[in-house]
């Protein structure tokens, strides 16, 4: 079992930046792939970004590409979201997420059904 706890959101102006965190238990955190989904009121969760295990190859959605950065720091059970250029369209709750399956398989990285594992999440707003 694995345990994600997120933190770092806030409010910030648009244009601002902020830094997700996400904090995972167990001896197995450095073996699964990890994404960042987020959920803005009455839409649905949507993908962000994603690492895999060995944090060799990341995804983006096209919305924040150039402007959020993942990384992960496996001696830490860390994985973490840099937000740059926050726009007012970014506000939502952010979630971290953890998948069992060590690899993705083609666009696995971007479905939310395909993790196993999920943090209770952290509110960014982003104010215009």
């Known amino acids: 079992q694995v345990q994600l706890i997120e933190s770092g959101g806030g409010m910030v102006q648009a244009g601002g930046s902020l830094r997700l965190s996400c904090a995972a238990s167990?001896?197995?955190?450095?073996?699964?792939?990890m994404g960042w989904f987020r959920q803005a009121p009455g839409k649905e969760r949507e993908f962000v970004a994603a690492i895999t295990w060995s944090g060799g190859k990341l995804y983006y959605a096209n919305s924040v590409k150039g402007r959020f950065t993942i990384s992960r720091d496996n001696a830490k059970n860390t994985v973490a979201l840099q937000m740059n250029s926050l726009k007012p369209e970014d506000t939502a709750v952010y979630y971290c997420?953890?998948?069992?399956?060590?690899?993705?398989?083609?666009?696995?990285?971007?479905?939310?059904?395909?993790?196993?594992?999920w943090g209770q999440g952290t509110q960014v707003t982003v104010s215009s």
């Open positions: 997420a953890a998948r069992r399956d060590r690899y993705y398989s083609g666009s696995d990285y971007a479905i939310a059904s395909r993790y196993d594992y």
């Open positions: 167990g001896r197995t955190f450095s073996s699964y792939p």
